[in-house]
């Protein structure tokens, strides 16, 4: 107890010339890293403005039926009042037998599925079997929950492996449910509304793609963050269907007869200022040969 | 290494010893202390309570630094105050720099680290930026007056016509309230209005200017001219400067020539003669379209032209119709149904067509 052992393993935040200086490293924790978010407040505080997210403003649904899984969703992609993609994909391959619905930012549900797919890959290689959903999950919930939420991706995910259909909602921050049916997105209230009336099990093929398309209109017609046209996929053991755009319920309600012409002239220009750029260099011909 | 000091009897008699003055040191922000100094623990230590003998440690090799500076925790003294040969203080002197830092003492250079920080940070104003705030001090949310319902008018001028148009969607927020409300009010036989935005707001000005045009028919004998109308509408939105309609106006007639005619507004009354306008969310994506296609004098000119389009009357509401259906696919706000005005000599004529509703 006479003895001075010193262990300061603590350290200053503080902008500090004896940073860490002899002490102990701690070992390096999993977990968002927020070094950047000090330094983007205070550009903010100067005025820089943020650049937005994109966001899927969508409605994306998934039921169990007799045979497998229909996943379903809408394809219109909004940067906040403006429809920036009028035909996107929003449900991404995980497996041959695994699809996965993604609501929220754009990037993030990319980035997640396409990680989670390579993920799932390589793990069919290793082990020599066909993927299993709740490996897919498990690999989503822990990339979820390790960034807190900052990864704005709600997923529905579904597939039919060896163990049977699976049905499973996936939230930004890292919760999970297992689900007969289930929707997701700003259409989820539109949609879910109409699986809570008309869903029942055992459900025929025809009777799930369609009951999931009549789900996805809804959303498209009543929310204003989901539009344009329906996708659906079908997922039975051994066989997957992805019906890319398998309804159209939006044409565009008029077009002009007379056609556009742009002629010259149409533009008022106001003053014309030519500014010639500098000559080319010349190569000249001869000069050294290049050395074998 | 570590030199364990001389017991100095006249250090200890001094000390205060309460406990709660050390705890600082441990909670300051940003700073983790795990470990102490285990070194020359008084013997007198009450160690019963672990957390009480930590902050005791900590006092006391505190306290031995601020004794061997010569310096005093007690209240009474300054912080900097020397002793005279008396034992007296010193009068604070003005030319005296601020006292040294005590020497650093230990090898191990994170203790050293430590100490120098915990110097630095009582010196230091407090950091400017994010401080604790209690929490019982959060802020309550303020009623926000005003909700935008979304949709798009657009009015286009011509010889002898004047084509008003507008969609009849009203939504809030990502909802739609309803698809069949019109934007579009008849002021007076040759006057059309058409206002994007807030939808309470606009009922109420409609209201407003309606009974207004009823006194002046009364008052003159006549119903309002369009020009008329339009100073009135500036005159009355302005009345509400600082607190404003929140209501995007395009009005749009025929003038006592009986030319087309369409004055554009902005929320508190600022107005001109134009020879066309758009207004309301999907007014970015009309306006250039309109620009290119409408042929009309460009307004950047000098002299100022007249700025009515050279089109027909039926090319007018092609273009309209089109411009509509195009803004519908990328504006969200912006669908269900358009209703078209159109007024010329021979009266209103009003027509509809279907938009995207999704």
Redesign the interface.
Known sequence: MGDNGVFNVGFSLEASPWRMTGSMDLPAKGGFSFDLCRRNDFLEKKGLKVPGFRKTGTTIVGLVFQDGVVLGADTRATEGPIVADKNCEKIHFMAPNIYCCGAGTAADTEAVTDMVSSQLQLHRYATGRESRVVTALTLLKSHLFKYQGHVSAALVLGGVDCTGPHLHTVYPHGSTDTLPFATMGSGSLAAMSVFESKYKEGLTREEGIQLVADAIRAGIFNDLGSGSNVDVCVITKGKTEYLRNHELPNPRTYVSSKGYSFTKGQTEVLSTKITQLKQKVEVAEGGDAMEE | M?V?PEPDTTARSRRSGRPGSVSNCATGR????????????PPSAPAADANLSLRFILKTRYQEEIDRAGLSSCSTRRYGEELDSRGAPELPSLSKASPPLPQPRFA???????D??RERSKQTAPRAGRRRVSLGAQAMARFDPYENN?GTCVAVAGADYCVVAADTRL?V????LSRDHSKIAQLADKCVLASSGFQGDIKALQKNLAAKELVYEHNHNKKMSCPAMAQLLSNTLYYKRFFPYYAFNVLGGLDSQGKGCVFTYDAVGSYERTGYSAQG?GAALMMPVLD??L?S??P??LPARDAVTPLSES?AV??V??V??SA??????TGDRLEIVVINSSGTHREY??????
């Open positions: 570590l364990p940003g700073k983790f202390l795990i470990g102490i100094a285990q070194s020359s623990s191990n250079s994170h203790q050293y680290f430590w120098q920080t979304g939504s927020g990502y909802s739609i969310t290119n296609q042929k004098p460009s950047l000119l090319e092609d273009l119709k089109d509509f259906a519908t696919e990328r504006d969200i706000y067509i279907e938009l995207r509703k999704d």
